[in-house]
């Protein structure tokens, strides 16, 4: 799936427990949304060069680019665009704390 992922030319991830369209709250709610506990996420996030996320009435929230700092802070991945040159110890501390089953 990861090789997937990696060809596609832009990854929409749909946020269903993101409600707000303002950006201070959006903020708060991707810090608490469920999609980054997600075991299968990482790789929708990691491989793709260019993801779109979208909260609960399908608007734009935001993208990989534009919300990156903050999803670094969510996931503890530093670089984004640049994960291959992570240790194998660091991208398993990624996944660590990821629900792969319920």
């Known amino acids: 799936m990861f090789q997937w ?3 596609a030319q832009i990854c929409y991830a749909y946020l269903s427990d993101v409600h707000s ?13 469920q999609w980054f ?8 996030l990691l491989a793709p060069p260019w993801v ?6 399908w ?8 919300l990156t700092p ?10 984004i ?3 291959q040159s992570s240790s194998v110890a660091q991208k398993m501390s990624w996944a660590a704390e990821r629900i792969t089953t319920e």
């Open 5 to 7: 992922y990696r060809n």
């Open 21 to 33: 369209t303002e950006s201070v709250h959006i903020r708060n709610e991707l810090q608490l949304s």
């Open 37 to 44: 506990t997600r075991g299968w996420t990482l790789q929708e």
């Open 52 to 57: 779109v996320f979208f909260n609960s009435n």
């Open 59 to 66: 608007l734009d929230i935001g993208s990989k680019a534009s």
């Open 70 to 79: 903050l999803i670094s802070r969510i996931t503890g991945v530093e670089n």
């Open 81 to 83: 665009f640049d994960f």
